[in-house]
Nanobody
Framework: QVQLVESGGGLVQAGGSLRLSCAAS????????MGWYRQAPGNQRELVAV???????NYADSVKGRFTISRDNAKNTVYLQMNSLKPEDTAVYYC???????????WGQGTQVTVSS
């Protein structure tokens, strides 16, 4: 089992910044990728950014150049730095950890990000 605890959401004006954190605990040796997803009301959950065990990263086109995913292996923590926030970034953001064998996704409880115009 892997436990994920998110923090750092909140209310910010358009153009502002926030940093989300996700602390992982438990059987983290089994994890090969961690990332962030978001879900806005009425929308499906979508991938925002992911970082693999080899430090390769992928981003949704909508956040490229504005968001940066990083990790601190010593703290078992993944971060999402969000700059130049837009109202359309408003959503609940979920931390995700992927186990490769057997395949499984772990989820955090979610943290609300609200960007006002």
């Amino acid at each position: 089992q892997v436990q994920l605890v998110e923090s750092g959401g909140g209310l910010v004006q358009a153009g502002g910044s926030l940093r989300l954190s996700c602390a992982a605990s438990g059987s983290i040796f089994s994890i090969n990728a961690m990332g962030w997803y978001r879900q806005a009301p009425g929308n499906q959950r979508e991938l925002v950014a992911v970082i693999f065990s080899g430090s390769t990263t992928n981003y949704a086109d909508s956040v490229k150049g504005r968001f940066t995913i990083s990790r601190d292996n010593a703290k078992n923590t993944v971060y999402l730095q969000m700059n130049s926030l837009k109202p359309e970034d408003t959503a609940v953001y979920y931390c995700n950890a992927q186990r490769s064998t057997p395949p499984y996704h772990y989820w955090g409880q979610g943290t609300q990000v609200t960007v006002s115009s």
